[in-house]
């Protein structure tokens, strides 16, 4: 069989690599094409064009490249029809994947859904595409199968894919003496620093990390490199503060850490999984801000309180957030208790996810479906 995928991310790109690794045991004749990155390259998709071309956030931000975004949208189409897929499968990256979809089912190809669009957060409007030209939708947030099932909308929660990806990790890691060395940090305890994927967000999140560090001199500060980009690109922010990047290491990073500063995303339930406190941060455009107040009814913005309904981890939003990240951050790292409760509700977090493998799942349920 001939698959077709998606990702438009970081997070996506290591979601579809597993995925295709997956159906490679099932379809041992199984061909790969791809809108992705490395890591699905390194599964053994032939990239076609790289995510770190379509990376985009933020409403005002999308339309000033949306010349860019029309020309990838083109040239996906025709990429699609010359390959002939048996299937296309989408990997979250709703703002490009819907009309893909409906590009699909307009050519008699199989639309399927992996790691559901958000939705449920401001455009439960566009459930109608899934639900015309979706042939299946996989889930990955257990609360998502009853939104579809109230938009007449079947779906299929087989746990989230985060926990393959930790369990894998947890399962091969050994405490690396070297790591220290390896990266020219010290022996202060580390604060982790997630700016994001995206330059968007980088450019807006960074610098307001970065302003906390003079008020916690007994830490090193640590930023997670982005890996579609280089470290030519973090010099801007980074010289003169003190503050060291490594690439390729975020797990590492992380149970490395004391704590972290993590922008909304995948990458806060990565942190959780792994069991690091964490204060959880966005910030956008002040107009994109403006126009999401009226589209965004949600009570939280971070994976980890939505999935758990409550506040587990302290979300701060646009303004003051070196002021409000600096006192959350006196609690991750020296009130205890803080920290315990943090862990305690990690632990809630795990057994909603359900169990690891989930990619294998998912994988058996769309060759089954491809050719039943």
Known sequence: MK???????????????????????IDREANFRCFGGDMMKEAGAEVFIHYRDMALMGGIEVLLKYHIIRRNKMLCRQDILNYKPDALILVDYSGFNLPMARFASENNIRAIYYISPKLWAWAKWRVKTVRDHIQRMFVILPFEVDFYKEH????????????????????????????????????KPIVALLAGSRKQEIDKLLPEMLAVMPHYPGFQFVVA???????AYYEKYLDDTGAKIVFNQTYQLLKHARAAIVTSGTATLETALLGIPEVVVY????????????????????????ILDKEAVKELLQE?????????????????????????????????????????????????????
Do not use: W
């Open 3 to 25: 698959y077709y995928l998606i990702a438009g991310e970081a997070s996506g790109d290591m979601h579809a690599a597993n995925l295709i690794t997956a159906i490679k045991k």
């Open 152 to 187: 007449q909308v079947e779906s299929e929660f087989y746990g989230n894919p985060v926990l393959d990806s930790i369990t894998a990790f947890n399962d091969n890691y050994r405490e690396i003496p070297d790591f220290l060395v390896k990266n020219k940090l010290d022996d």
């Open 225 to 231: 490199g982005a890996p579609s980009l280089s470290s």
């Open 283 to 306: 910030k956008t455009s002040p107009l994109t801000f403006f126009i999401g107040n009226f589209l965004v009814k949600i009570k939280y913005f971070s994976l980890v309180n939505l």
């Open 320 to 372: 003051n957030l070196t002021h409000d990240m600096k006192k959350e951050l006196a609690k991750l790292l020296f009130d205890q208790g803080y920290r315990d409760n943090m862990m305690s509700n990690y632990n809630l977090l795990r057994k909603k996810l359900g169990s690891p493998g989930v990619a294998d799942r998912v994988a058996e349920r769309i060759c089954q479906i491809i050719n039943p």
